[in-house]
């Protein structure tokens, strides 16, 4: 059974700091999506990561894969108010055909002034 | 450019009543459509999803069923609702590819 876990669950940092988000995963996956959703709202995709050594940026947020580590990470530089969210990683289960995604249990993002 | 509809954005149900949540994708084909609940500070669960008209999976055992009468509409429906059925509902949908999921607004559903 795939099991997707992220820490860490609460991250609270000052403004222009950097830092890190882990997600890890249990079974082999060929395809890893990073999410963020803000208080009330729904999910807005952020990456798209299909490739092992997968790196994509925007912004001041960078997400990489390592398939044969099963992990994934998203990278946060010089964090700013307006990255306050909640981020979460999926991970694809089977079939590409059926999309089917497994969600960690999401990493609450608070950036202090 | 595609876009994903769902409604209503709040509801507010007594133990028992009946749900109907409906969901609607336009400017796609045969989308693949997910239904998922989020409880209150909690990652998302996958109830069900379809990869076409009349084909639905069911992920978990439970009170509610799934239905898809056209190829961009899907609704989630119980005869019974029960306190535990409380929660964020979110409708989304993908190509069937590699391509990410694509959330609805969600709706926000209280039993009392």
């Known amino acids: 059974e795939l099991k997707v876990e992220q820490n860490p669950l609460f991250l609270s940092m000052q403004e222009g700091k950097n830092y890190t988000i882990y997600c890890n995963y249990s079974t082999t996956s060929d395809r890893l999506y990073w999410y963020r959703q803000d208080p009330g709202k729904s999910l807005e995709s952020l990456f798209v990561l299909l490739s092992n050594g997968a790196v994509k940026q925007e912004g001041r947020l960078m997400a990489s894969l390592d398939t044969k580590a099963r992990l994934s990470t998203l990278h946060i530089t010089a964090a700013v108010h307006d990255l306050s969210a909640t981020y979460f990683c999926?991970?694809?289960?089977?079939?590409?055909?059926?999309?089917?995604?497994?969600f960690g249990q999401g990493t609450t993002l608070q950036v202090k002034p | 450019s595609q876009t994903i509809h769902q409604w209503p954005a709040t509801l507010v149900q007594p133990v028992g009543s009946p749900l109907s949540l409906e969901c609607t994708v336009e400017g796609t084909s045969n989308p693949n459509l997910y239904w998922y609940r989020q409880a209150a500070g909690r990652g998302l669960q996958l109830l069900f999803y379809?990869?076409?008209?009349?084909?639905i999976s069911s992920e978990v055992p439970q009170n509610l069923s799934a239905s898809r009468p056209q190829d961009r509409q899907f609704i989630l429906s119980s005869k019974k609702l029960l306190l535990s059925d409380s929660g964020f509902y979110l409708c989304a949908w993908s190509e069937q590819t590699n391509q990410p999921q694509h959330f609805g607004d969600g709706t926000r559903l209280s039993i009392l």
């Open positions: 379809s990869v076409g008209i009349g084909q």
């Open positions: 999926a991970v694809g289960r089977g079939s590409s055909n059926t999309g089917k995604l497994i």
